[in-house]
């Protein structure tokens, strides 16, 4: 009869399932996943948020003054960064909290489900290579008899999860700071520099940046990064400077 802890399934089965719930698990979270560190992915995606939303902003209140258009700027980028930083260490905490709840579970099928596990256990290591016999007999011996050490073999080959590659969520919200600090930097140095266009510079500069950043951690392709992002850039902002431009009319 099949057990009950694989609802009528295989042990081959269970685990296909359970390895699909890991990807998955991986996948949806927004900082982590991806072959790019988790503090270096929150910096470009922040660099290339603040790019778009500094010229935006900039575009929209141009008819101000000089003075009060870098102060409005200046204010608006305090909030922002802390916006960043807490929105990328919040989702941080929220994937390390699911982590810890796949954890908690695969522990508890293990205390309460071992010969089941035994079973996954085996199907793991045949697909390594190992044949069924003494050997095998033996590893899974090995492993059974370590519960921390079974749960850490069991959430890296069962599930795909690597906890030892999951970056602190303090460290992601870090790295959000210093990618959205960037990009601020390079508007400012635009606007002061080019009054009238400067900004679009230090916009694209920003974005730009953050897309190779993301690119080369992730060995994607760079051009074509750049080519999609500088264009969605001019789009995005053409379209907010010709509407804009309607809007200051009336």
Known sequence: MTPKHFDGKDALTHIVEKQAKGLLSTYESETHGSEIPGHLFAGADAARDTAIAFLALWLLLSPLSFTKLTLTLAVFSL???FWKAGRAAWLGWFHLERMHRILDQER???EHHRPQE???LKELYKAKGFQ???LLDDVCDVLMA???RLLREMVKEELLLSLESYVHPLKQGFGA???ALSSIVCCFLGLFL???WGLWMGSALGLLGGTLVSTHFEGNRSIPALIWNGG???VSGGCISLFSSYLHAF
């Open 79 to 81: 909030g922002w960064t």
């Open 108 to 110: 508890w099928e293990i």
């Open 118 to 120: 035994r079973d996954e």
């Open 132 to 134: 069924e016999g003494p």
């Open 146 to 148: 370590d519960e921390d």
């Open 177 to 179: 700071m210093i990618g």
């Open 194 to 196: 080019f009054p009238t």
């Open 232 to 234: 969605l850039l001019a």
